[in-house]
């Protein structure tokens, strides 16, 4: 059973760059069906995609965060990471790591979420 | 950049009521669109793919209808544990473009 765990700051200040990563168990994370991506939820409010990448490192972002935001993975660790720069209070969201099959287009497994504030 | 618009964004109803959510997509994408539920603090769950095909495990009061830019989600017959939030999700492109979800309260 595929398991993904987010895992970083959960307070980061203004002006700074968010780090998070996601660790994968239970396969591979170059196996071809996977895309991996991120997702945030700011509190009360809607899912916000926020990028993607594949095994092979090809990577897409969100037009409106690209500017700020790397995906990167390390096929050794069985880990992929994200860097958002230059956080404001906006940014201020639970962060869910997540695997989309590439066979099937469903976004199948989660990360639980991991909450991350911005603040001074 | 493909958009999502859902509606409504949150209705009441009883349990035992039939529920409908729609989803329009900003372009045509085919069949390629996915529902998932979502409860307070716990990640989402997909309940639809391809736009009407049941996902594996959900009860078959849920179900989903649509090609092109027009969909629909259903409760049949709304249950205490459908109380959640819905999303709509285009899986077209290679974006994960969600719907700003409908938020179903009980009345």
């Known amino acids: 059973q595929l398991q993904l765990q987010e895992s970083g700051p959960g307070l980061v200040k203004p002006s700074e760059t968010l780090s998070l990563t996601c660790t994968v168990s239970?396969?591979?994370?170059?196996?071809?069906?996977?895309?991996w991506g991120w997702i945030r939820q700011p509190p009360g409010k809607g899912l916000e995609w926020i990028g993607t990448i594949y095994y092979s490192g090809s990577t897409y972002y969100n037009p409106s965060l690209k500017s700020r935001v790397t995906i990167s993975v390390d096929t050794s660790k069985k880990q992929f990471s994200l860097k958002l720069s230059s956080v404001t209070a906006a940014d201020t969201a639970v962060y869910y790591c997540a695997r989309r099959n590439v066979d099937t287009a469903i976004i199948d497994y989660w990360g639980q979420g991991t909450l991350v504030t911005v603040s001074s | 950049d493909i958009q999502m618009t859902q509606s409504p964004s949150s209705l009441s109803a009883s349990v035992g009521d039939r529920v409908t959510i729609t989803c329009r997509a900003s372009q045509s994408i085919s069949t390629y669109l996915n529902w998932y539920q979502q409860k307070p603090g716990k990640a989402p769950k997909v309940l639809i793919y391809a736009a009407s095909s049941l996902q594996s495990g959900v009860p078959s009061r849920f179900s989903g209808s649509g090609s092109g830019t027009d969909f629909t989600l259903t409760i049949s017959s709304l249950q205490p544990e459908d109380f959640a939030t819905y999303y709509c999700q285009q899986s077209y492109s290679t974006s994960w473009t969600f719907g700003q979800g409908t938020k179903v309260e009980i009345k």
């Open positions: 239970g396969d591979s994370i170059s196996r071809s069906i996977s895309y």
